[in-house]
């Protein structure tokens, strides 16, 4: 069978300035925008920085000042369905887009933060992200966050923009770059991708004897210095090392659900956001990131087999040929097709369901200047009954930001039980003098 004739590039959007139409994930983080629940689709990165609190009169100069070298702040959304596009706001003012919020001293400021993302709106007609101040919590710190909403940037360009925000540094203006269509035969497996992440997994620990609903976010910070060892030892990327010590945690977290001999326990299918081509050179704008099924191998119970195993589901092949075969899904013609066609109620209670009770699990490079010991990332607060991991790494720290649903028990155990898993994994493969070997395989450098 003939393939399709590739087809160029779409021109539209490529003079910087110009209108950019949105694509398909975009358009699908987007659909509760102007409602009570769109806040749960919003995301945060913040720093805990020393000093005086700033005024509100530098708070914006400093909006200003990152707007000028990030251009992708000036973006609004326009227009609606398939005729929505992005665009410059004429009327762009950094003074609706900076929050001063004064917390109780002793207040916990990773809540204070889920708090002030969720009460502090977006305007749904200017660019849809805020720069907040949140102090009162304690003398000598305060927090700089940056929130945005998930459909106007993904993490990678809400941390390029906050490296633009705390070291200066610039964004490319935003330009389009419309994907050209894949060949039929790939629909079978987009299809099949969609398959094995709505399909049934090993849970991730049985819920707790009472729920109370909501969620709460857990973040502990790791020195990179062992997790860089392992990966210079194994051949791993830091990212692969970093997801293989979340599969020990999580397998020590409940060691009985993953026993040997017990049925449906070969791992944790998690969906793992990957960035499609062109998110590192278009400016920061739109949610350009796909779910891809990886299997995390918590019934392993050897530490060097677990980042094996790992390194051959995030290998750069099979995310190379992920991101080939799915730039369909950055058509917003089909996302809107899809609702228009499913109805937003409908494809809303399909998705919650083919996510319910599972883990969604985003890797970010920051960047070795951003102090990422100072850091943590709030992922989406939508409570499906699982849980969002944010791990970040830059600076010489990682952290793991984990958005738990209130009905999963003992999630304050997963910090030591992560410091662990890193110690286990270090003697497992030789780093520190013990006797080891590389476990081999590709490596994805993320």
Known sequence: MRSRPRLPDSPVGRR??????????????????????????????????PGPVPSAPQLCRLAAETAARAPVLTYRLTGSGRHARWEPDPAFDPAHHVAHRRVPPGTDVRQAVIDAVRELPLHPRR???TLMVIHGHRDDEHVLCYRVHHGFQDGVGAA??????LLGKPLSTPVSRAPAKPAGGRWLRLMATGARL??????????????????RLRVHHCDAAPLTAIAAETGASLTQVALAVLTGALR?????HWERGRPARRGLTISFPLNL??????????????SVPVVLPCGEPCPRGRLRRVMAETGFERLSR???????????????????????RAMERLLLRGAAGGLVVSAIAAGDSLPV???????????????????????GSVVFSGLWSRSLGGTERLAGLLDAAVAELAAAVGVGGSPGSPVGGAAVRR
């Open 16 to 49: 910087p300035g110009a209108p950019i139409p949105l694509d398909g994930g975009d358009l699908a983080f987007l659909s509760w925008l102007g409602t009570d629940r769109d806040p749960l689709l919003h995301i945060a990165l913040a720093a805990r920085l």
């Open 127 to 129: 660019p849809l992200w």
């Open 160 to 165: 390029r923009t906050v490296n633009a925000v």
């Open 198 to 215: 709505a399909g049934r997994s090993a849970r991730l620990r049985p819920p707790a004897t009472t729920a109370d609903g909501g969620t």
């Open 252 to 256: 020590s977290w409940n060691p009985r």
């Open 277 to 290: 081509s062109g998110r590192l050179h278009d400016g920061g704008l739109g949610n350009g990131c796909v």
């Open 322 to 344: 992920y991101r080939h075969d799915r730039y369909l899904l950055r058509s917003p013609l089909l996302a809107w097709g899809a609702g228009a066609v499913i109805g937003s």
């Open 373 to 395: 010991d100072r850091c943590f990332a709030v992922p989406p607060t939508l409570d499906f009954g699982g849980g969002v991991m944010a791990i970040v790494h830059g600076g």
